[in-house]
């Protein structure tokens, strides 16, 4: 399969840009060029001037950004379908985050002047685009709420349904296999949460038959409750 061909169905399947036309996801296909990155390869930093969006074909990428005392907090990890970088297509701000490689990683880069081109010959775009990033901030000011007003046990399985959102690989049954190995600091960074206490959780919820280890990954045995709790 063609690059541009990739490129069209992960942007069909991504939330950013779901929805548009066979015209318009051609065009933006047509112009967007491969990028790839090794394992803990930065792609940019917090406040770096933006210079377009990309969209994960393979791999997958953390967002972190790093607090006054110098510490990293994870603030979501990405993967394929996903598209980073967007907001600087609207209001062209600085980065608002880090974005460095889980894995190897391969993206599709569409660079703001290209962007701009397309917009201009298809502007029913910038309505899409701009119902999808206020979608995609309600759902952000949901998860600032659940953060918020949940206990551990709620976020935490908040943000391992996400994660399984994104990294999952069905089993048997319900059960979903996170197919990236995030380390306990990674989740209690996620949740706010101390290691110590994400751990006991885990472990919790692992001799319940919750959760599983497979091979060092997790496995949702019950996302039914899992979601209960959300």
């Known amino acids: 399969m063609s690059f541009e061909m990739i490129v069209k169905q992960s942007l069909s399947s991504s939330a950013l840009f779901e929805g548009l036309d066979e015209a318009t996801l051609e065009k933006l296909a047509g112009v967007m060029r491969p990028v790839s ?53 609207i209001d062209e ?13 391969k993206l599709a880069f569409l660079s703001g002047s290209a962007f701009i081109d397309i917009a201009g010959q298809y502007p029913l775009i910038y309505r899409h685009l701009l119902r999808i990033v206020t979608k995609r ?19 935490l399985a908040h943000t391992l349904l996400r994660l399984a959102d994104g990294f999952g690989n069905p089993l048997d049954g319900d059960r979903v296999m ?24 885990l472990n919790q919820w692992c001799h319940d038959g919750v959760l ?17 709790l959300t």
């Open 37 to 89: 990155l090794k394992r803990n390869e930065t792609l940019f930093l917090q406040d770096d001037d933006p210079d377009g969006c990309y969209c994960v074909l393979e791999g997958a990428l953390k967002v972190s950004i790093i607090n006054e005392d110098g510490d990293e907090t994870i603030l979501a990890a990405l993967g394929r379908s996903d598209i980073l970088g967007e907001m600087g297509l």
């Open 93 to 105: 701000s600085p980065r608002s985050a880090n974005i460095t490689s889980l894995k190897a990683t």
């Open 137 to 155: 901030l309600r759902i952000t000011n949901d998860c600032f709420q659940i953060r918020q007003s949940m206990g551990l046990d709620g976020r």
């Open 178 to 201: 996170i197919f990236h190995k995030f380390t306990q600091s990674d989740l209690g960074d996620m949740v706010g949460a101390a290691r110590e206490n994400v751990s006991r959780q």
């Open 212 to 228: 599983s280890k497979i091979s060092g990954y997790y496995c949702i045995e019950k996302p039914q409750f899992l979601h209960d």
